[in-house]
């Protein structure tokens, strides 16, 4: 019995000091000064402005923890918990829900690539990489009113190793419905796309494809007669991106564009389809100091219009946790487009709803500009 005893212990010894494992925790917190003119007025009649303290201008505010376990073989699992947060209120960037961003588990090897299961960031923040501002507050994000923003439930993703400089990413969010696309009372409909990445010391290019189905019937479209949204909350999208390294300069290039299909009673001004394009050029000055040109354009299709974002700005590292930051941007509208600096919902600007459920929309009454200056400071740990 002694003999059995002292064998399991040693066994289980050699499990412990095989299986190596860490957690770390980590997070980001932004703040600034922000002023915007060119706000409407709250019955959409005429412009205001204003000065705020702003969270998140210039990056997310987040906190999480991430870990792994070696359990040989070339073989880790992986989890990781992160969510938003507003470092000018300390409310939760979700209501009631603490990991808003990744809540995932997976198994990962270093010949195989990385299997994830839970939420996530969705597929298409990829574009992350190939934006000047890095879909900062006033970037391409704003252009496309959030749709590269999203995070996705429900999912199964991969990344593969690098081959040859290439490698792979899929992910693919199940509606969690009797209907496969979703409807029926899901939360969200079935998401999924596909990312091939080619990186080398001289330039790195990136095509991306997904689609986002919505919870109502399961379709690439906004069901809703004439609901503004379409192609900013569903649809197909595709993505070509290049980031060219020459020294001290990154510049960037990027198409574009979102398609819906399945929707009915689609008034004029509100569009089905967009596309967009931008270019910007990044100068790593010194060590410490970047500074940042960038023009980002879209053009929505059944008269909604187009509009353009001229932006300037940069970065100082105090150090290599903290770093100061600033943005000077415009948004210049045609007659028929009210795009906002701010990634808003499409729609009229102003006060909408009445009591105490009145919220406030940014976007500027239709035909005119918007400008804002930020400043601020943010912090890793």
């Known amino acids: 019995m002694k003999k059995a005893l002292l064998a399991a212990a040693l ?23 922000e002023y915007i003119s060119g706000l409407p007025n709250a019955n959409y009649t005429g412009s205001t402005s204003r000065v705020r303290l ?3 201008d210039w990056g997310t505010s987040l906190w999480g923890m991430k870990g792994v376990e070696d359990i040989g073989g070339g073989n880790k699992v992986l989890f990781q918990l992160e969510g ?17 961003r990744w809540a995932t588990v997976g198994v990962a090897n270093d010949q195989f690539g990385t299997f994830l299961l839970g939420r996530e960031l ?33 999912n199964i993703s991969y990344q593969s190793p690098k081959f040859y400089g290439f490698d792979v990413y899929g992910q693919y969010a199940f509606s969690n419905s009797t209907s496969f696309n979703g409807g029926n009372g899901s939360a969200q409909g079935r998401e999924d796309g596909l990312q091939l990445t080619y990186t080398n010391s001289l330039f790195q290019v990136r095509g991306l494809y997904d689609e986002i189905r919505n919870n ?23 993505f070509a ?25 689609v008034p004029i001004g509100t569009p089905t389809t967009t596309d967009q394009e931008w270019g910007g050029v ?24 187009n509009a353009n974002i001229y932006t300037i700005g940069g970065s100082y590292n105090l150090s290599k946790r903290t770093l100061l930051d600033i943005q000077i941007a415009t948004v210049r509208n045609s007659k028929t487009a009210n795009f906002g600096l ?40």
């Open 122 to 154: 969705f597929i298409s923040n990829g574009v992350w990489d190939f934006d000047p501002f890095g879909q900062s507050n006033w970037s391409s994000a704003s252009l496309v009113r959030g749709r590269n923003w999203p995070q996705s439930s429900n």
């Open 241 to 265: 991106g290049v980031n060219v390294f020459l020294g001290q300069f990154k510049i960037q290039a990027v198409y574009q564009g979102a398609r819906t299909s399945g929707e009915t009673g």
């Open 282 to 305: 990044t100068w790593q000055a010194t060590p410490a100091a970047a500074l940042i040109a960038a023009v980002y354009h879209v053009n929505a299709n059944n008269g909604a219009g």
């Open 216 to 238: 109502i019937n399961g379709s690439l479209g906004d069901p809703t007669a004439g609901a503004p949204n379409g192609p900013f909350n569903y649809g197909r999208e595709y």
């Open 54 to 56: 702003e969270s998140g």
């Open 11 to 33: 066994m289980s010894a050699g499990v412990v000091a095989h299986a190596q494992s860490s957690v770390t925790l980590y997070g980001r917190l932004d703040a600034g000064v």
């Open 342 to 381: 701010d990634a808003n919902a499409a729609g009229n600007g102003g006060d909408s709803g009445s009591g105490s459920s009145v919220s406030y929309n940014e976007n500027p009454t239709h035909g005119h500009s918007q400008s804002g200056v930020y400043a601020g400071i943010q912090h890793s740990f």
């Open 84 to 100: 938003s947060f507003s470092t000018a209120t300390g409310a939760l960037g979700s209501s009631g829900s603490i990991w808003n």
